[in-house]
């Protein structure tokens, strides 16, 4: 399984902000390198639960949400899966983690609920 690096997902944001507007930077580059974290032996749900979680911890100026879930969507596409759930329970889902009223093993389980083959 491939991973996505540190530089990656600061480029995914960087995309994200350009094509949709924001204020672009990053305010602890930390918490983007530690996403990758002991994530070695990690299936893919868990891989993409822990990029989403941590990168709605904000560790950019804007678009955290926007940018967890393109980074946990390419950790499943990269496994031959891709979210499927419609627009409304994803913004729900994404404000849940936000407010940090959403662990990081409900957020696996609403992927695990919500992805599809490609």
Request: charged share 25%; glycine share 6%; hydrophobic share 40%.
């Amino acid at each position: 399984m491939i991973d996505l690096t540190s530089n990656t997902v600061i480029e995914i944001h960087h995309i994200i902000i350009k094509r949709y507007g924001g204020l672009s930077g990053i305010l602890c580059q930390g918490t983007i390198d530690y996403r990758g974290q002991d994530q070695r032996r990690a299936n893919c749900f868990r891989k993409a639960a822990t990029a989403l979680h941590l990168i709605a911890l904000h560790p950019f100026n804007d678009g955290q949400k926007r940018t967890g879930f393109l980074v946990a969507d390419n950790i499943l596409r990269m496994n031959n899966l891709c979210i499927s759930a419609n627009k409304d329970d994803t913004c729900e889902v994404l404000r849940r983690i936000a407010e940090y009223n959403c662990d990081l093993d409900k957020i696996e389980r609403w992927l695990r609920e919500n992805v599809a083959e490609i």
